[in-house]
C-alpha cells in the first residue's frame, strides 16, 4: 500500500522558516518523482517543487524558487521542502504527491501527473 505522510506544518511569523517533511512507503523510492503542491481557500492547487528521486533532478515554481528548497534522503525514504522568507501569501495546506514509477512529465506542475497524495499540513504565515 502507497503512503505518504506529511508532516512539519505550523504558524510561523513572515520572512521564517518552516521543513516539510513527505515520508513515504510502498513503492520503490528511488523510481519516483515527488512533487510538493498547497492550496489556499478559494484558489487551485498549485505546484511548487519536484524531485526526481533517481537522478536529483528538480523543478521549481517561480513564486517559490530561491525561497523553497527540495531535497530528498533516500535513506528514510523522505522528500523535503525547506521554506525561507515565507510570506503571508504562503498560507495554505501543503500536500505532498508521488509517481512511483517515473519516466517523463508533460507538465511536472499539474496535479492530474501525480498517483498517490498526502493527507496535507497547514502552513500558517502572520504578518
Known amino acids: 500500500e502507497v503512503q505518504l505522510v506529511e508532516s512539519g506544518g505550523g504558524s510561523v511569523q513572515a520572512g521564517g522558516s518552516l521543513t516539510l517533511s513527505c515520508t513515504t512507503s510502498?513503492?520503490?523510492?528511488?523510481?519516483?518523482?515527488i512533487g510538493w503542491f498547497r492550496q489556499a481557500p478559494g484558489k487551485e492547487r498549485e505546484g511548487l517543487a519536484c524531485?526526481?528521486?533517481?537522478?536529483?533532478?528538480?523543478w521549481y515554481a517561480d513564486s517559490v524558487k530561491g525561497r523553497f528548497t527540495i531535497a530528498s534522503v533516500n535513506a528514510n525514504n523522505t522528500v523535503y521542502l525547506q521554506m525561507n522568507s515565507l510570506k503571508p501569501d504562503d498560507t495554505a495546506v501543503y500536500y505532498c504527491a508521488a509517481v512511483p514509477q517515473f519516466v517523463a512529465f508533460i507538465t511536472w506542475s499539474r496535479a492530474e501527473e501525480y498517483d498517490y497524495w498526502g493527507q496535507g499540513t497547514q502552513v500558517t504565515v502572520a504578518s
Open positions: 510502498g513503492f520503490t523510492f528511488e523510481h519516483a518523482a
Open positions: 524531485i526526481s528521486v533517481g537522478t536529483w533532478y528538480t
